[in-house]
């Protein structure tokens, strides 16, 4: 543990901003469970936690839940909402993973990375805001990385008493970004971090790093043949668009939104080649067609299939408002230049405030991500990162300076938005393995002699390792 006590100390603020009847129903659950209690009557005995439904798995039991928060954690008597989680419980005396997407929840069982690592149990956060976790009405102010990171806080100080042992905090791209705001707003609660994919976009209008990715990753040919079919959408403008009103006259999409179908139409193609390489592999340009010679409907297919007509729609839109809202308020979003297409492009890169409905204001506070940057590159404690060296999104990751303690920054080569520690060398593979084992309390001796010896606890299990097939939006809005 690096830590002393941290839990009891969160516990005490949690009981002081609930007021003085929350104060004593929090009081009265703080004793320990008996063991001969259920573990679901365990969960139900927390205020402000109920239960949606259980859902049985071997060797698990797999919960999703609602839980009571405030909607603003600073005036938490001015209101609360339902925020969805799951919980995959393996045992008591297992350590646990605080995993969120910085989306919506999965209410599937699934495991991430480093539960399989750790063998352990696994509570999984909706983000605030992302439907049905949204208050209503909805203050979008409220809709604040510090905001979120509370909400984390409050349900590891709730279920810490049920999980004892050591917690880790995880989550990829958005959700890595997640964990490492609440590491950076509540040091005291994990033992240990593991982010994947981070974005870390410190300065919003200097891009340049972008910039520089794409000029060098893969190879001239792929990077030749995607800048060509981008370049060949736009040339072919017209009867791709007359297509694309057919497709949303079919599918019911509407942009009112984004402004309309051809503001809709580039802001697809603009993204070709950036989704292509956040979620493809080098090996896969050989499938992307010879522009030249495409007929009009390959162009539609491969841009389709990688970027997704429907993504700008109204209907498409709508699920990521609240995404498209930080990143237009706090994360950021980066614009590139794309000199291949010069003169056919009409908006260039739009930003998030084109994708968030007008009647929802929006401000950039431009000291949010710095002040992230500058707290984990003094402060990092036990935190993994780890990147793709394909991924868009490493471009500007998160870094480590002097002053940090057992952290480290990985790169999977050749890997996507889908790195993760097993597409690490060897080599780094191995230290990654065995510190997760430490930090999370389980490391076997061997592996603690020898980092080459560290594997993961758990056994592989085809469903609960699956990732989520819902794909976020390109973190490009």
Same mark, same amino acid.
């Given at each position: 543990? #690096?830590?002393?006590?941290?839990?009891? +100390?969160?516990?005490?603020?949690?009981?002081?901003?609930?007021?003085?009847?929350?104060?004593?129903?929090?009081?009265?659950?703080?004793?320990?469970?008996?063991?001969?209690?259920?573990?679901?009557? &365990?969960?139900?005995?927390?205020?402000?936690?109920?239960?949606?439904?259980?859902?049985?798995?071997?060797?698990?039991?797999?919960?999703?839940?609602?839980?009571?928060?405030?909607?603003?954690?600073?005036?938490?008597?001015?209101?609360?909402?339902?925020?969805? +989680?799951?919980?995959?419980?393996?045992?008591?005396?297992?350590?646990?993973?605080?995993?969120?997407?910085?989306?919506?929840?999965?209410?599937?069982?699934?495991?991430?990375?480093?539960?399989?690592?750790?063998?352990?149990?696994?509570?999984?956060?909706?983000?605030?805001?992302?439907?049905?976790?949204?208050?209503?009405?909805?203050?979008?102010?409220?809709?604040?990385?510090?905001?979120?990171?509370?909400?984390?806080?409050?349900?590891?100080?709730?279920?810490?008493?049920?999980?004892?042992?050591?917690?880790?905090?995880?989550?990829?791209?958005?959700?890595?970004?997640?964990?490492?705001?609440?590491?950076?707003?509540?040091?005291?609660?994990?033992?240990?971090?593991?982010?994947?994919?981070?974005? *870390?976009?410190?300065?919003?209008?200097?891009?340049?790093?972008?910039?520089?990715?794409?000029?060098?990753?893969?190879?001239?040919?792929?990077?030749?043949?995607? *800048?060509?079919?981008?370049?060949?959408?736009?040339?072919?403008?017209?009867?791709?668009?007359?297509?694309?009103?057919?497709?949303?006259?079919?599918?019911?999409?509407?942009?009112?939104?984004?402004?309309?179908?051809?503001?809709?139409?580039?802001?697809?193609?603009?993204?070709?080649?950036?989704?292509?390489?956040?979620?493809?592999?080098?090996?896969?340009?050989?499938?992307?067609?010879?522009?030249?010679?495409?007929?009009?409907?390959?162009?539609?297919?491969?841009?389709?299939?990688?970027?997704?007509?429907?993504?700008?729609?109204? $209907?498409?839109?709508?699920?990521?408002?609240?995404?498209?809202?930080?990143?237009?308020?706090?994360?950021?979003?980066?614009?590139?230049?794309?000199?291949?297409?010069?003169?056919?492009? #009409?908006?260039?890169?739009?930003?998030?405030?084109?994708?968030?409905?007008?009647?929802?204001?929006?401000?950039?506070?431009?000291?949010?991500?710095?002040?992230?940057?500058?707290?984990?590159? *003094?402060?990092? *404690? &036990?935190?993994?990162?780890?990147?793709? $060296?394909?991924?868009?999104?490493?471009?500007?990751?998160?870094? +480590?300076?002097?002053?940090?303690?057992?952290?480290?920054?990985?790169?999977?080569?050749?890997?996507?938005?889908?790195?993760?520690?097993?597409?690490?060398?060897?080599?780094?593979?191995?230290?990654?393995?065995?510190?997760?084992?430490?930090?999370?309390?389980?490391?076997?001796?061997?592996?603690?002699?020898?980092?080459?010896?560290?594997?993961?606890?758990?056994?592989?299990?085809?469903?609960?390792? $699956?990732?989520?097939?819902?794909?976020?939006? &390109?973190?490009?809005?």
């Amino acid at each position: 543990m #690096r830590k002393t006590l941290g839990w009891l +100390l969160s516990l005490v603020v949690l009981i002081g901003t609930m007021g003085a009847a929350g104060s004593t129903a929090q009081a009265a659950t703080a004793a320990e469970p008996t063991a001969a209690t259920d573990i679901k009557d &365990q969960i139900l005995g927390i205020p402000g936690m109920s239960l949606i439904e259980e859902k049985p798995y071997p060797g698990y039991r797999f919960f999703v839940l609602n839980y009571e928060q405030p909607v603003d954690h600073r005036q938490p008597w001015k209101g609360t909402f339902k925020q969805r +989680l799951t919980l995959l419980h393996k045992d008591v005396s297992r350590p646990s993973v605080f995993f969120t997407s910085g989306y919506n929840v999965s209410t599937s069982p699934r495991r991430s990375e480093p539960t399989t690592i750790i063998d352990g149990n696994q509570v999984s956060m909706e983000y605030r805001f992302f439907t049905p976790s949204r208050p209503d009405p909805a203050n979008w102010s409220h809709l604040d990385i510090w905001q979120a990171a509370s909400d984390q806080h409050r349900i590891f100080t709730a279920l810490k008493r049920i999980y004892p042992k050591n917690w880790l905090s995880t989550g990829a791209s958005k959700g890595g970004m997640t964990a490492t705001y609440y590491e950076r707003f509540y040091p005291r609660d994990m033992d240990g971090v593991v982010a994947y994919v981070a974005p *870390n976009d410190v300065v919003n209008n200097e891009d340049s790093a972008y910039d520089r990715f794409f000029a060098k990753v893969g190879t001239k040919e792929c990077r030749d043949r995607l *800048n060509a079919v981008q370049r060949e959408a736009l040339v072919r403008r017209e009867p791709l668009e007359a297509k694309y009103a057919v497709a949303a006259a079919e599918n019911g999409w509407t942009f009112t939104t984004v402004g309309d179908l051809d503001r809709a139409y580039e802001a697809v193609v603009l993204d070709y080649v950036w989704a292509f390489w956040q979620y493809s592999l080098l090996a896969d340009c050989a499938s992307v067609p010879a522009a030249a010679t495409a007929s009009d409907q390959e162009i539609w297919d491969t841009i389709d299939a990688i970027s997704g007509f429907s993504a700008y729609s109204d $209907q498409g839109l709508q699920t990521y408002t609240p995404y498209y809202y930080q990143a237009g308020t706090q994360l950021g979003s980066p614009d590139i230049k794309q000199p291949h297409l010069k003169g056919l492009s #009409r908006y260039g890169y739009q930003p998030p405030r084109n994708f968030v409905p007008r009647d929802i204001p929006m401000t950039f506070q431009p000291g949010a991500m710095a002040d992230v940057d500058k707290w984990v590159r *003094n402060n990092a *404690n &036990q935190m993994l990162f780890v990147y793709g $060296q394909n991924d868009p999104w490493g471009a500007e990751p998160f870094r +480590l300076g002097y002053g940090v303690r057992d952290s480290h920054v990985m790169i999977a080569p050749g890997a996507n938005h889908g790195a993760n520690v097993s597409r690490l060398m060897d080599g780094e593979k191995a230290l990654a393995t065995s510190k997760i084992l430490q930090w999370a309390g389980v490391a076997p001796a061997a592996a603690l002699a020898d980092a080459g010896k560290a594997a993961p606890l758990a056994a592989p299990d085809a469903q609960l390792d $699956q990732p989520d097939l819902e794909r976020e939006p &390109q973190l490009r809005p």
